[in-house]
């Protein structure tokens, strides 16, 4: 990335932006949400749809809107994701669904908070756009709590939700070759896992994005709790939770103690100016 810049020293400058969407069979879904990417306040520099051979029009409809099409024959939305960042040109992944819809900051709002240096991965809440109008709100906090509260123990830091978050494309690749690719697993705690041991993770507050409600639905729930499961027990023994979060303290400890030894030579300098003055 580039250097920091003088006139804005707690930001970094950046670049270019690719929007990820993994697809499968979501055509009219997929419609909606590019259109709403198109009506971004920030329009991202490509939207990168990833055909996880659909046999619907979902391709047809991307091409139609403008996206990059990249075709993963890999079944499963953890192979179809890692095709997508894979794919991108962009300094910075956004990741959303299908059945998204971004509000009109969305995209601004993701870049705005990767602008910190010390962050290199977001995510955010939502909202449902589908089911009975007077539950929406309490419903997605309700689906969305209970992620936090089963996946947060499980990590020791913020969990990321595949349905709304960001990252760097250097952070990526820092640990493609990590990431779990089985259809049965949920990739986005599973990138969270790798992401997290060694990059900050931070929420984006605010109401930036719409999701169906769809994933709430009975037997949706249980399987998506059951691969939840398999996924924090795909990273034990190493990542149980003890071990997981002494190391994560060591880390961040050693990571203090760095920023300390650079400020301290800047701290010096001041006090022999002073002496000399």
């Known amino acids: 990335m580039p250097e920091r810049s003088a006139a804005t020293p707690d930001t970094v400058p950046l670049n270019t932006v690719s929007v990820v969407i993994p697809v499968l069979d979501d055509g009219p879904h997929l419609r909606r949400c590019l259109r709403a990417l198109a009506a971004q306040t920030t329009v991202a520099d490509e939207i990168v749809v990833v055909d996880?051979?659909?046999?619907?029009?979902?391709?047809?409809?991307?091409?139609?809107?403008g996206a990059r099409v990249v075709f993963c024959g890999e079944r499963g939305i953890p192979a179809?994701?890692?095709?997508?960042?894979?794919?991108?040109?962009?300094?910075?992944?956004?990741?959303?669904?299908?059945?998204?819809?971004?509000?009109?900051t969305w995209v601004a709002s993701m870049i705005d908070a990767l602008s910190d240096p010390a962050v290199d991965a977001v995510t955010g809440g939502a909202v449902f756009h589908d089911g009975p109008v007077a539950g929406r709100v309490a419903l997605s906090r309700a689906f969305l709590g209970t992620y936090a509260a089963f996946?947060?123990?499980?990590?020791?830091?913020?969990?990321?939700?595949?349905?709304?978050?960001?990252?760097?494309?250097?952070?990526?690749?820092?640990?493609?070759?990590e990431v779990h690719v089985d259809p049965e697993l949920?990739?986005?705690?599973?990138?969270?896992?790798?992401?997290?041991?060694?990059?900050?993770?931070?929420?984006?507050?605010?109401?930036?994005?719409?999701?169906?409600?769809?994933?709430?639905?009975p037997r949706r729930f249980v399987r998506c709790f059951r691969r939840g499961a398999g996924t924090v027990f795909a990273h034990w023994p190493g990542d149980l939770p003890p071990a997981r979060w002494a190391?994560?303290?060591?880390?961040?400890?050693?990571?203090?103690?760095?920023?300390?030894?650079?400020?301290?030579?800047?701290?010096?300098?001041?006090?022999?100016?002073?002496?000399?003055?």
């Open 186 to 217: 949920h990739d986005d705690l599973d990138l969270a896992y790798h992401l997290g041991r060694r990059h900050r993770i931070r929420f984006v507050p605010g109401r930036h994005m719409r999701v169906s409600s769809r994933t709430v639905e």
């Open 80 to 104: 179809a994701a890692a095709a997508g960042y894979d794919a991108a040109h962009g300094d910075l992944i956004l990741r959303l669904d299908a059945d998204s819809i971004p509000e009109p």
């Open 151 to 177: 996946a947060f123990p499980a990590l020791g830091h913020t969990p990321l939700w595949g349905s709304n978050m960001a990252f760097r494309r250097r952070a990526w690749n820092a640990v493609r070759g």
């Open 247 to 277: 190391r994560l303290v060591r880390r961040r400890a050693t990571r203090g103690d760095r920023a300390r030894e650079v400020s301290a030579p800047g701290e010096s300098r001041g006090s022999r100016s002073g002496a000399a003055r």
């Open 52 to 65: 996880n051979a659909s046999t619907d029009d979902s391709a047809d409809i991307a091409r139609a809107a």
